[in-house]
T-cell receptor, first 111, second 115 residues
Framework: DAKTTQPPSMDCAEGRAANLPCNHS???????VYWYRQIHSQGPQYIIH???NNETNEMASLIITEDRKSSTLILPHATLRDTAVYYC????????????FGQGTTLQVKP | EAQVTQNPRYLITVTGKKLTVTCSQN?????MSWYRQDPGLGLRQIYY???????DKGDVPEGYKVSRKEKRNFPLILESPSPNQTSLYFC??????????????FGPGTRLTVL
């Protein structure tokens, strides 16, 4: 699975959009970009994933650059409950199923 | 509601006393896995199972056993727990189809302390 690079921390004002970047310059053609988050010590929560097209669901949007070397997770209207560690993971679906969580980005949403 | 459940959520035990942490999923998922999370080390995979009666070691299997007799259950067994197994444990499951729907869903975690 390709390696990812994320900033260690970010702040966001409540109600504003939170844009979390991820670099994955060694991504291969069949690898998907997944985003998870972990709130305090709860179980990691799946947010969204995509291959090359932009994706949107009820939680977030995922923007993947045309060359697929980077992506951005967008939380359109961040709330205090979105304060968490966000992980960007690149992998082939299946593939022994193991998720490799890096250090992630700690997002602090402030009132 | 689709979910992964774990029991117990918290457990304090003593060295050498066998224990089992249960994991159950109601999504008819083929794939299940156990992770442990330790400060500074992130989540590390202990064991995984691609289907009933099919299990394999992850990155840190020493001191642990698993079984997969039914699709929905994947218990983690510590035959003789030691203090270095004090950790936060997560069970996860996914369809295992290897396609774009193959996302993992995690349980709430079990915080284990071995004295």
């Amino acid at each position: 699975d390709a390696k990812t690079t994320q900033p260690p921390s970010m702040d966001c004002a409540e109600g504003r959009a939170a844009n979390l970047p991820c670099n994955h310059s060694t991504i291969s053609g069949n690898e998907y970009v997944y985003w998870y988050r972990q709130i305090h010590s709860q179980g990691p929560q799946y947010i969204i994933h995509g291959l090359k097209n932009n994706e949107t669901n009820e939680m977030a949007s995922l923007i993947i650059t045309e060359d697929r070397k980077s992506s951005t997770l967008i939380l359109p209207h961040a709330t205090l409950r979105d304060t968490a560690v966000y992980y960007c993971i690149v992998r082939v679906p299946g593939n022994t199923g193991k998720l490799i969580f890096g250090q992630g980005t700690t997002l602090q949403v402030k009132p | 509601e689709a979910q992964v459940t774990q029991n117990p959520r918290y457990l304090i035990t003593v060295t050498g006393k066998k224990l089992t942490v249960t994991c159950s999923q109601n999504m008819n998922h083929e794939y299940m896995s156990w992770y442990r999370q330790d400060p500074g080390l992130g989540l590390r995979q202990i064991y995984y199972s691609m289907n009933v009666e099919v299990t394999d070691k992850g990155d840190v299997p020493e001191g642990y056993k698993v079984s997969r007799k039914e699709k929905r259950n994947f218990p983690l067994i510590l035959e003789s727990p030691s203090p270095n197994q004090t950790s936060l444990y997560f069970c996860a499951s996914s369809s295992g189809l290897g396609d774009s729907t193959d996302t993992q869903y995690f349980g709430p975690g079990t915080r284990l302390t071995v004295l």
